[in-house]
């Protein structure tokens, strides 16, 4: 872009043509009015009229008297504007020269740059035929591709590059992993030979008094011939699942709180050509990683828990045992009828503390599918992996299952089930479900109760001394999240699998309640979570929160006749309603209210000085406010 200085000389430089063209003019009519005056002189020399002649010779004389000042003062204006170019051209030259030398100065470092070979060049980035090919050519000049292509290789390879960092550091990862997977597999390959001694010395004792005593030819007895022909045809968990069963079977056959039958189904013909297939060592390509074995192991579960109330209670429950041949795990599934619908497996979630079955506990099958395996129960129709069935089925995973009484104790015989060792675990795993069949069906019973608006227990049993008078109005079941996100509060309690969630309004005469209720698959050695939220009335949050607490809070001697807690919940909704006429009274006003005068009280008296606003009534047996 040309400099400013330079383009304002350039303009000056049009306008010295007028000036000179001025100054030519001015010397023109000096020269015609000295010609005038000579001419007069002329006709002087004949004297014809004579003062005439002086008249016009005076009047050129001050013509030409005023030409002369105005040719001084255009010739000096004349010289300042010439003056003024001047300086301005040298100015503009001397710019000139300037951008002259830049120029030169530029041209020289563009040529050092063009020239320079640094670190650049000796990494091998990716061909200009590879980098041309995205990069329109049209429109750019030749450096300005270049320069685009060169961004182009670049790019390339800082991808490349942040791609091998991030396969440096998952490797350092898995590394880690492994590290630590081979310390612990170390540490049980030297522990292992001393329980296999152990084992060894204990089986030889039991084999030799079982053959002493006859035992072994009756232990099969109860095995139907093509029972045992099924048996061995099973994948090894499961035959070892059915081997406990049959045991189990045989030990508590007598005992009237616990219904137990096994049996196993399946395609037998499917399961003998597999069995073939194994043998001849040719394995078919696995296409379907939820793959299941031909049999299933079936327990059929019934029974009560010593101290039910409910001796009507004695629907059974259907556990399928499932071996899964890729992932080699064993899933359940659970299925049975309950008075509020069918049972599911998600209710036989958490039946022992932190198992809900929704991630497989094969380690291996972490690194199917390129590190992205999750296990999905829907896939498997609907069974899950629950720890303590690969336990009982002897799948020796890295993992422990809690069996410590952690969880509220409400109930003593499945307390000593917990207590159980490892090597008893079937059985503590058999009273819990059947522990969990009962109390599902109790709450199934409590729940249709519910949806009837009415509480199935009475005050002495909830420990209140007369029965409420607020009302249920309203019991139902959120059954989806839109629903959900009406209600209360939106806890991540609530997201737990298994977890039932409802909603249910109660109401007095000022008082309107609005309440969500979790129940747990736990239920009922976890309460019911509560959250409640006013619609109507005097109720603060702060007294809500008091009512929530006082719902959870429980003893021994809280349940009248209930030692396990089965009916919890309906105690909860009849304290709920307890806690709602509390509340309706300490807030309903006095019919003689209206009727005193209240004084306000000087509350900027200190001390002595300051009376105490309320006074005994012995007769009322209340405080009141002071008259007077």
């Known amino acids: 872009m040309m400099d400013r200085s330079l383009q304002a000389a350039i303009e000056a430089a049009t306008d010295l043509p007028n000036e000179v063209g001025k100054i030519q003019q001015q010397v023109s009519q000096v020269e015609k009015c000295c010609e005038e005056l000579r001419e007069t002189l002329r006709l002087l020399d004949g004297r014809p009229n004579e003062s005439k002649v002086l008249l016009k010779i005076a009047s050129s004389t001050a013509k030409l008297k005023w030409l002369n000042r105005e040719s001084h003062l255009t010739l000096e204006s004349c010289k300042l504007a010439v003056q003024k170019h001047k300086e301005r051209v040298q100015n503009s030259q001397i710019i000139l020269e300037n951008y002259l030398y830049q120029r030169e100065q530029l041209k020289e470092e563009i040529a050092s740059c063009q020239s320079y070979r640094g670190l650049i060049d000796e990494i091998p980035l990716i061909t200009l035929e590879e980098a041309s090919v995205s990069i329109p050519s049209e429109g750019l000049d030749s450096i300005e591709y270049e320069h685009q292509v060169m961004l182009k290789r670049l790019e390339a390879e800082k991808d490349r590059r942040q791609s091998l960092l991030n396969q440096v550091e998952e490797l350092k990862r898995k590394k880690d992993i492994m590290e630590t997977e081979l ?17 060894h010395t204990a089986a030889s004792r039991v084999s030799t008094f079982f053959h002493d005593h006859g035992f072994a030819d009756r232990f099969f007895y109860f095995l139907r011939e093509d ?29 009237k709180h616990i219904q137990f039958h096994m049996d196993i189904i399946g395609d037998i013909d499917a399961a003998e050509s597999m069995c073939e297939q194994l043998n001849t060592g040719w394995n078919a390509p696995v296409e379907n990683l939820y793959e299941r074995h031909p049999l299933q192991v079936q327990l059929e579960l019934g029974g009560q828990p010593e101290g039910a109330l409910d001796a009507s209670l004695q629907k059974t429950v259907t556990a399928t045992f499932s071996y899964l041949s890729c992932l080699e795990i064993v899933v359940v599934s659970f299925s049975g009828n309950a008075s509020d619908g069918n049972l599911s497996t998600e209710q036989f979630a958490f039946l022992f503390p932190g198992d809900d079955g929704s991630h497989s506990p094969n380690p291996t099958n972490h690194y199917l599918e390129e590190g992205k395996f999750q296990f999905q129960p829907s896939k498997a129709d609907g069974a899950r992996p629950f720890i303590w069935a690969q336990i009982i089925c002897g799948l020796g995973f890295p993992f422990e299952l809690n069996l410590s009484s952690s969880m509220k104790d409400a109930k003593e015989w499945l307390r000593n089930a917990l207590n159980y060792s490892k090597h008893v675990v079937f059985g503590a795993v058999i009273k819990a479900m059947v522990a969990r069949n009962y109390f599902l069906q109790s709450l199934s019973m409590q729940l249709v109760s519910l949806q009837r608006l009415i509480v199935p227990v009475n005050a002495k049993e909830a420990q209140l001394p007369g029965d409420p008078r607020s009302e249920l109005k309203s019991w139902s079941e959120l059954v989806d999240n839109q629903d959900f996100a009406t209600a209360p509060t939106n806890s991540s309690f609530y997201t737990l699998t298994g977890t039932r969630k409802f909603l249910l309004e109660i109401q007095s005469e000022s008082i309107h309640l609005r309440g969500l209720v979790a129940v747990c698959p736990d239920y009922p050695l976890t309460s019911p979570y509560w959250s409640l939220k006013c619609i109507r009335g005097p109720l603060q949050d702060s007294d809500l929160r008091d009512i929530e607490r006082e719902l959870c809070s429980f003893t021994d001697e809280s349940f009248e006749g209930n030692v396990l807690g089965e009916n919890l919940l309906s105690i909860q909704v009849k304290k709920l309603q307890a806690c709602v006429d509390i509340c309706q009274e300490i807030n309903r006003p006095s019919p003689h209210d209206s009727m005193i005068e209240r004084p306000r009280w000087d509350r900027s008296l200190r001390g002595r000085m300051r009376t105490k606003p309320f006074v005994f009534n012995p007769e009322a047996n209340i405080f009141e406010p002071r008259i007077g």
């Open 183 to 199: 310390k612990e597999s170390r540490q049980f390959l030297e522990s292992l030979p001393k329980e296999i001694e152990k084992i």
């Open 227 to 255: 029972t045992l022909k099924r048996m061995f045809l099973l994948p090894f968990p499961l035959y070892v699942l059915a081997r406990q069963a049959y045991a189990f079977q045989h030990t508590y056959q007598a005992d």
